[in-house]
């Protein structure tokens, strides 16, 4: 109910009495913004009758009097004559006048500055608060009318980036980011609160600029120069106008969007929840096995991404990303020039090593290493490797990659591990000689190739027909724990 209109107990409530009362319940007793009011409320919010703690306990506007939800109230009320009451729990205001909950906004700002407050006190950094238009906002809205909208084929969120000299490899990766699902959902619904101490320090800020441009409805090439120069500055190896690698950069800007999202909060890096970390963060299981008494010794490691080694083959002959994945998590026998101490045997022993998934991202990102450094010579690896539009994880998984077929029937249900692609980033040309092309996904099965500036509609066929240097794919089922 609104108080333009609304509850006319609470407006003569207001006008007799003031905020005092309920900005004081509030502080104490619905968000405790200190520890003393934290102990307070555990300490003292119990119904005044029955002397219990009840789910739905209110305090009286008038004489700071709780009381359960329904009998209790209205004999208060009966004998008192007070109509209005604070919800210990939200901080909402009830009539008994009106028999309903009413709505002002200036207790609402009270309400939202003690839970800014509380966040903060607690270590949470910032409580998301969802955006509401200003007036001049609603001005402009009312002004303008036509919405942007997604049909079949619509190309809303597609923009070329102009290269700004040997930015491609920039370029791309800002393509892939724009479209990745998740990423995309909060960045749009505006949940980012910035804690940087003064303007351009904030790299994530720059992002979502980024996203309000990709889907402004502008279709001419944007000019990514605030993000270019953030990113020297905060990744110096990055510097310059030389070209870089574009696996590099990745990695560069999601630590940059991870260190910048928690900046002023008590979160730990290793056990983060943001956004980044939410839709990239998988967990590796390294098992090293002992040879002599198979004593096996456990470590688990983050990873953004997966590398995989490819292999010298026949110029004509190819492998698939099957292939290289099954590589990557076999058994490896390290040798005895690699022994390891084994705590079961207390000495070193010849052992071996294995990788498998622990824990599997929401975007599982593939790096087939095509760039070979030695000391003797530099070269790009030219050979194809066959990645499908579907790939299941399932086999790559702790604990289910040596299992028999016989054995999986002990499985209730089948994992649904299945990821599909939505972007592949190429590399064309030599390695001194270079430059980086994508292909994304917009929506549905609407597929693009971008190149810096030029946008150009493309097939399925023609992305899976590519080389390939990093490939992305996003899980079809999400659980949500």
Not at 347 to 374: C, D, G, I, N, W
Request: glycine share 6%; net charge neutral.
């Amino acid at each position: 109910m609104d108080s333009s209109v609304g509850c006319s107990h609470l407006q003569r409530y207001k006008s007799s009495t003031g905020l005092e009362a309920y900005r004081t319940v509030h502080a104490w007793f619905t968000t405790p913004v200190t520890g003393v009011a934290r102990a307070k409320k555990a300490s003292s919010c119990i119904c005044h009758t029955c002397h219990r703690s009840g789910t739905r306990l209110h305090s009286c506007l008038s004489c700071i009097t709780f009381a359960c939800w329904g009998h209790h109230m209205k004999e208060h009320v009966k004998s008192a004559g007070h109509k209005l009451w604070v919800d210990l729990e939200y901080g909402n205001v009830y009539c008994s006048g009106c028999q309903d909950y009413v709505y002002d906004g200036e207790l609402l700002a009270i309400s939202e500055q003690h839970q800014v407050q509380a966040y903060k006190e607690l270590g949470l950094g910032s409580k998301f608060m969802p955006w509401s238009p200003t007036t001049r906002e609603i001005e402009i809205l009312e002004e303008n009318t036509k919405r942007l909208g997604f049909s079949k084929n619509s190309t809303t969120g597609l923009r070329g980036l102009i290269n700004l000299g040997n930015t491609c490899f920039m370029s791309c990766i800002v393509q892939v980011l724009i479209h990745t699902p998740l990423l995309r959902d909060y960045f749009l619904s505006d949940r980012h609160i910035c804690q940087a101490a003064s303007e351009n320090q904030c790299i994530v800020c720059e992002i979502s600029k980024l996203f309000q441009e990709f889907f402004s409805g502008i279709g001419s090439p944007f000019s990514p120069h605030k993000l270019l120069y953030m990113i020297w500055t905060h990744a110096h190896h990055l510097a310059g106008y030389e070209q870089q690698d574009a696996h590099e950069f990745f990695i560069a800007t999601l630590d940059l969007l991870h260190r910048h999202l928690i900046y002023k909060t008590s979160i730990q890096p290793s056990s983060c929840s943001c956004i980044v970390d939410t839709i990239f963060t998988g967990k590796l299981q390294s098992d090293v096995v002992c040879q002599v008494c198979q004593g096996v010794s456990t470590t688990i490691d983050p990873f953004w991404d997966i590398s995989l080694d490819l292999p010298a083959i026949a110029e004509a002959a190819s492998l698939s990303l099957e292939d290289c994945l099954k590589r990557f998590t076999q058994p490896e026998h390290l040798g005895s020039m690699s022994k390891i101490r084994c705590s079961h045997c207390d000495r070193h022993q010849e052992s071996t090593k294995q990788l498998t998934m622990q824990k599997l991202p929401v975007v599982a990102s593939f790096h087939l290493k095509r760039f070979e450094h030695s000391s003797r010579l530099h070269k790009k690896i030219t050979t194809r490797v066959n990645f499908p539009e579907i790939i299941d994880m399932t086999p790559f998984i702790s604990g289910t990659r040596n299992i028999s077929e016989s054995d999986k029937d002990m499985f209730l249900t089948d994992p649904d591990n299945k990821y599909v692609l939505f972007a592949v980033i190429n590399h064309i040309g030599t390695l001194d000689a270079g430059h980086y092309t994508s292909y994304i996904r917009q929506h549905s099965n609407l597929w693009f190739h971008c190149n810096d500036h030029q946008i150009l509609p493309a097939s399925i066929q023609q992305v899976l027909d590519s080389e390939g240097y990093l490939l992305f794919y996003h899980k079809q089922v999400l659980e949500y724990l």
